[in-house]
């Protein structure tokens, strides 16, 4: 079965180190969407891709980057993690239908 | 002011209640509208979603928006126990793509 799959599912690191999430979906989808999910914030969105070499920033994106060399993946990078960064993540795809297809989030702590 | 605001609850109920789930949002330009069902850590799935004004029902569960007063609702008949989740409200203007996300209420069904 098609699925999207999230790595590491867990994370600990410390402020200032670079971490990088991945996401891997295997429904060839052409849209991407990274999240993260905070108490009281919600699913707030971070990036956005529509295909290959398509990244578009979304509501929270400042310290956070992305890039979309194939159509399966697109990982999230912390270039300088901060305690802020603490959050869920979640990777999210869709295809011609519409319907966003969410992974099992990444849950990252920086100390 | 969010775009989309959404009681955090929890909200207990016993099995075989009815259930009123509610958003608000400010956003005119919406004209999508979904509910998500997330399970506790777990990535949040598509439940329903509606467009423009009107009813929708799948089962036991009923979406309904009404565009003048700028209001989301969702409706569990006969609830169970697997119900207990939380529900997330989302507003769109164009179909599935940039959804603005409520915080989410904890639903708990208490058999």
């Known amino acids: 079965d098609a699925e999207i799959t999230q790595s590491p599912r867990h994370k600990i690191t410390e402020t200032g180190r670079q971490v990088t999430l991945a996401c891997h979906q295997t429904?060839?989808?052409?849209?991407m969407f990274w999240y993260r999910q905070d108490l009281g914030h919600g699913l707030r969105l971070i990036h956005y891709?529509?295909?290959?070499?398509?990244?578009n920033k979304g509501e929270v994106s400042d310290g956070y980057s992305v890039s979309r060399s194939n159509t399966e993946d697109l990982p999230l990078t912390l270039e300088s993690a901060a305690s802020s960064q603490t959050s869920v993540y979640f990777c999210a795809s869709s295809g011609y239908t519409g319907e966003l297809f969410f992974g099992e989030g990444s849950r990252l702590t920086v100390l | 002011q969010k775009e989309v605001e959404q009681d955090p609850g929890p909200l207990s109920v016993p099995e075989g209640a009815i259930v009123s789930l509610n958003c608000t949002y400010s956003n005119s330009a919406f004209q999508y509208f979904m509910w998500y069902r997330q399970y506790s850590r777990k990535g949040p799935e598509l439940l329903m979603y509606?467009?423009?004004?009107g009813n929708k029902e799948d089962g036991r569960f009923t979406a309904q928006v009404d565009k003048s007063s700028k209001y989301i609702s969702l409706f569990i008949r006969d609830s169970q126990p697997s119900d207990s989740a939380t529900y997330l409200c989302?507003?769109?203007?164009?179909?599935?793509?940039?959804?603005?996300f409520g915080t989410g209420t904890r639903l708990l069904v208490s058999p």
């Open positions: 891709s529509y295909g290959v070499q398509d990244t």
């Open positions: 989302a507003g769109g203007r164009t179909g599935f793509q940039k959804l603005v």
């Open positions: 509606t467009y423009s004004s």
């Open positions: 429904w060839n989808h052409n849209n």
